[in-house]
């Protein structure tokens, strides 16, 4: 199985600062037979579902605030968010779904400072 | 645009067997994948399972001996049943949806809004 670890766990960061949440998978989530790498971000708040924000680590899903932002391939992954908003602070999962089980990272809780 | 709600008791009593249906509108359950999540009291979220709608099933292996998720074309449905439960299982359960496209995956794009499973005697 593909474990995933987040860093850092709790993540507290001023308003319209940048926070930066890291992944890391215990194998590659690069699909080399299209070169694109199946690992998904999701913000999730309180009583609310996960929301998909980010997939093939750097596209940003329809209807997604441009601050947000992911980077990187293979194993070494980032969410960046920039200009921190109120409405941003959740807990954020970084998952890998190219091969299953479909992991998910343990989460990174962002707070505001 | 695709919704999905999920229906099933919210007390199951321990060793019995938990039973979720979630019901897609908006779209057909005849593509992409099917996927069911958990997410325990303070704790992250666990991937159960997943179908195609050909009645495909991967599982997760550490719930792979009690669980089994079954689509439904005729009612554009898809369950989870998960045997044999204990205190451990309590969670949300989410149902989502994995979009995918000519072998191109998406990621969980559309997901339930979860319901509370609880069990207790």
């Known amino acids: 199985d593909i474990v995933m670890t987040q860093s850092p766990d709790f993540l507290p960061v001023s308003l319209g600062e940048r926070a930066t949440i890291n992944c890391k998978s215990s194998?590659?989530?690069?699909?080399?037979?299209?070169?694109?790498?199946?690992l998904a971000w999701y913000q999730h708040k309180p009583g609310q579902p996960p929301k998909l924000l980010i997939y093939w680590a750097s596209t940003r899903e329809s209807g997604v605030p441009d601050r947000f932002s992911g980077s990187g391939s293979g194993t070494d992954f980032t969410l960046t968010i920039n200009s921190l908003q109120a409405e941003d602070v959740a807990v954020y999962y970084c998952q890998q779904y190219k091969t299953t089980p479909h992991s998910f990272g343990q989460g990174t809780k962002l707070e505001i400072k | 645009q695709v919704q999905l709600q999920e229906s099933g008791p919210g007390l199951v009593k321990p060793s019995e067997t938990l039973s979720l249906t979630c019901t897609v509108s908006g779209g057909s359950v005849s593509s992409n994948y099917w996927t069911w999540i958990r997410q325990s009291p303070g704790k992250g979220l666990e991937w159960i399972g997943h179908v195609y709608y050909t009645g495909s099933t991967n599982y997760n292996p550490s719930l792979k001996s009690r669980v089994t998720i079954s689509v439904d074309t005729s009612k554009n449905q898809f369950s989870l049943s998960l045997n044999s439960v204990t205190a451990a299982d309590s969670a949300i359960y989410y149902c989502?949806?994995?979009?995918?496209?000519?072998?191109?995956?998406?990621?969980?794009?559309?997901w339930g809004q979860g319901t509370t499973v609880t069990v207790s005697s």
């Open positions: 989502a949806r994995l979009h995918n496209w000519n072998y191109y995956y998406y990621g969980l794009n559309v």
């Open positions: 194998q590659s989530v690069l699909y080399t037979s299209n070169s694109k790498n199946y």
